[in-house]
T-cell receptor, first 111, second 114 residues
């Protein structure tokens, strides 16, 4: 069974700090990785996708991928209370377009 | 771009009745649509995958006769919950993908069965 693992949290950071969210995956052939943000009672929203090793930056968000270590992370700079949400890591299963989701990390940004 | 809509956003129905939920990709053609269910404080659970013009593929444990999925066009998929019961009350969310791996989620439909 292929797996995607995340620390469920909650991860609490003060406003303005960097929040670091981590995800590990078991399928070595995975090629694409996605981060979604889900506010309570709402549906997930795609915030980052990453396909290549290294860093990908988009505004305050940076995704980092290390395929050798089977590790993908999301950094949120200058965290704001509005960033408080659950962050889901998603990895497509090999040969299909179905996602395996991590359980999500709940982030709390303290004002 | 990449907007997915769902209708209705919430619905209350009586036990034993059927409810249809629509999922539309508004600005792209969705080669595949997915239907998820989410109970409070739990993870998303994939129910089924549907491709335009094909029968849906259901995940293990999901009753295909109870959750009817129709993917009539590249922009529309429907989920019908037949003979709904209170235990079917949940948050139903669809997602759609175009030709890449990204899935774009609809806003969800909250179903309450009384």
């Amino acid at each position: 069974q292929k797996e995607v693992e995340q620390n469920s949290g909650p991860l609490s950071v003060p406003e303005g700090a960097i929040a670091s969210l981590n995800c590990t995956y078991s399928d070595r052939v995975s090629q694409s990785f996605f981060w979604y943000r889900q506010y309570s009672g709402k549906s997930p929203e795609l915030i980052m996708s990453i396909y290549s090793n290294g860093d990908k930056e988009d505004g305050r968000f940076t995704a980092q991928l290390n395929k050798a270590s089977q590790y993908v992370s999301l950094l949120i700079r200058d965290s704001q209370p509005s960033d408080s949400a659950t962050y889901l890591c998603a990895v497509p299963t090999s040969g299909t377009y179905k996602y395996i989701f991590g359980t999500g990390t709940r982030l709390k940004v303290l004002a | 771009g990449a907007v997915v809509s769902q209708h209705p956003s919430w619905v209350i129905c009586k036990s034993g009745t059927s409810v249809k939920i629509e999922c539309r990709s508004l600005d792209f053609q969705a080669t595949t649509m997915f239907w998820y269910r989410q109970f409070p404080k739990q993870s998303l659970m994939l129910m089924a995958t549907s491709n335009e013009g094909s029968k849906a593929t259901y995940e293990q444990g999901v009753e295909k006769d109870k959750f009817l999925i129709n993917h009539a066009s590249l922009t529309l998929s429907t989920l019908t919950v037949t003979s709904a019961h209170p235990e079917d009350s949940s948050f139903y969310i669809c997602s759609a993908r175009d030709f890449a791996y990204e899935q774009y989620f609809g806003p969800g439909t909250r179903l309450t069965v009384t």
